[in-house]
């Protein structure tokens, strides 16, 4: 009987990101550089920057939460084809873990130094978010950090605005300097672009089997998702100020999720690469994408654009495509060495 | 005092299998998004009782150890 409350509580919700995600899905089958969980998460903002009374979806987004994050995540650890990183050479290895890190400090220093953003969590889930996948990404990060929702609209925007400035830039900037041919060209998408559409797109000007070897690439950064998490956790606790600091109790419980969750994607896989299940991932396909972009919906909806400080906005999406910048020059300059 | 209304909802999350579904209850409990509490929330008694019923419903005990929020945190 509770169950069945619950569900009816949920049900409003769940249609609304059902919805979302299914249109996402449409539109992107209407062109093939448009990614579906992208315009999934963008429709959800949108709709929650103009919904005013949201509390009758509140429920349907705790079960997106709670529930179709780790089956989500379980569904993309399907997609990442782990056998596929014997191809990866190891000098992109080590450059994705550097961008890592720069991303994280470039972003703090410039936030805090600079722009005298005293909030460290928004500088540590926009650093972590812009290394890994983005918007999905920040959806995972949530629980670990215990992000507030005009911390996550902050990242939210910085991601999208960042993305998309950084695809332009590499094909219609940087790539008519540079002339990187096409495995380093696939590389440098996959190593320096935040959400896996936009490398697709920026991969797929140039070709498909370009966007294979980025999307290669892209995957390893993905599969890193769990550690930085719990990186962000520690960071958060240790730097974020003790305004920002996560009960002892929460921290637990976000390290034994973390836990569950890395092996449900890793989980995923393994036996979505090594075992016949292998066949299956293509037809899984659709239903990840409508599942993990019920999730990234369920985020958005709880953005609020009109609520945030514009100025704070302006200034993070700044310093993350700064970070951006600082990312393409080192692994330009490395790739060209 | 400030903070006493993030502290009841922390120790709904750090209980609860189910973290924010049961926070998602307790904003329809109460009718609004408490996530949005934070440590500098000024405290106030009536809806604080309010949350301690939700808690105890939510978490299906019959009432909730209010002392563990006076004496330690979370």
């Known amino acids: 009987m509770r169950i069945i409350n619950l569900l009816k509580l949920a049900l409003p919700g769940l249609i609304v990101t059902f919805l979302l995600s299914f249109l996402g899905l449409q539109l992107a089958a209407l062109y093939h550089l448009m990614d579906a969980l992208f315009l999934a998460f963008l429709g959800a903002v949108i709709l929650g920057s103009i919904l005013k009374q949201k509390s009758f979806l509140f429920m349907g987004i705790g079960v997106c939460k709670d529930i179709l994050i780790p089956v989500g995540?379980?569904?993309?650890?399907?997609?990442?084809?782990?056998?596929?990183?014997?191809?990866?050479?190891?000098?992109v290895f080590s450059l994705a873990v550097l961008n890592l890190a720069i991303y994280f400090v470039v972003i703090f220093i410039i936030n805090r130094y600079l722009f005298r953003?005293?909030?460290?969590?928004?500088?540590?889930?926009?650093?972590?978010?812009?290394?890994?996948?983005?918007?999905?990404?920040?959806?995972?990060?949530?629980?670990?950090?215990?992000?507030?929702?005009?911390?996550?609209?902050?990242?939210?925007?910085?991601?999208?605005?960042?993305?998309?400035?950084?695809?332009?830039?590499?094909?219609?900037?940087?790539?008519?300097?540079?002339?990187?041919?096409?495995?380093?060209?696939?590389?440098?998408?996959?190593?320096?672009?935040?959400?896996?559409?936009?490398?697709?797109?920026?991969?797929?000007?140039?070709?498909?089997?370009?966007?294979?070897?980025?999307?290669?690439?892209?995957?390893?950064?993905?599969?890193?998702?769990?550690p930085v998490a719990l990186l962000l956790m520690f960071l958060s606790h240790w730097f974020g100020g003790k305004k920002y600091k996560m009960p002892g109790e929460l921290r637990k419980s976000a390290v034994i999720y973390g836990v569950f969750i890395a092996f449900l994607f890793f989980g995923g896989a393994l036996l979505f690469t090594f075992t016949p299940l292998s066949g299956y991932t293509n037809s899984i396909k659709p239903v990840f994408k409508i599942v993990f972009g019920m999730t990234l919906a369920s985020v958005g909806l709880l953005c609020n654009i009109r609520h945030v400080s514009k100025t704070k906005m302006i200034l993070n999406t700044l310093s993350s495509i700064i970070a951006w910048v600082v990312v393409a020059i080192v692994t330009l300059t490395v790739i060209k060495i | 005092m400030a903070g006493r209304l993030k502290q009841i909802v922390d120790y709904v999350k750090a209980k609860a299998f189910f973290k924010n579904m049961a926070v998602a209850q307790l904003n329809m409990i109460v009718g609004f998004n408490v996530e949005d509490f934070t440590e500098e929330t000024p405290d106030d008694p009536e809806l604080e009782q309010k949350l301690l019923e939700a808690t105890s419903i939510i978490l299906r005990s019959n009432s909730v150890d209010t002392t563990i929020f006076k004496k330690e945190r979370l």
């Open chain 1, 73 to 91: 995540l379980f569904l993309y650890g399907t997609q990442v084809g782990i056998k596929e990183w014997g191809t990866i050479k190891f000098d």
């Open chain 1, 117 to 226: 953003i005293l909030n460290n969590r928004i500088s540590f889930l926009n650093g972590g978010a812009n290394a890994i996948c983005g918007v999905s990404a920040t959806a995972v990060f949530i629980p670990f950090i215990d992000a507030k929702n005009d911390e996550v609209t902050m990242t939210l925007i910085s991601i999208v605005v960042t993305g998309l400035v950084s695809v332009f830039a590499t094909w219609f900037l940087i790539q008519p300097v540079v002339n990187l041919p096409l495995q380093e060209y696939a590389e440098f998408c996959g190593l320096t672009l935040n959400q896996t559409g936009l490398v697709k797109a920026a991969a797929g000007f140039m070709s498909h089997d370009a966007v294979n070897i980025a999307i290669t690439v892209k995957n390893f950064r993905t599969s890193m998702i769990i």
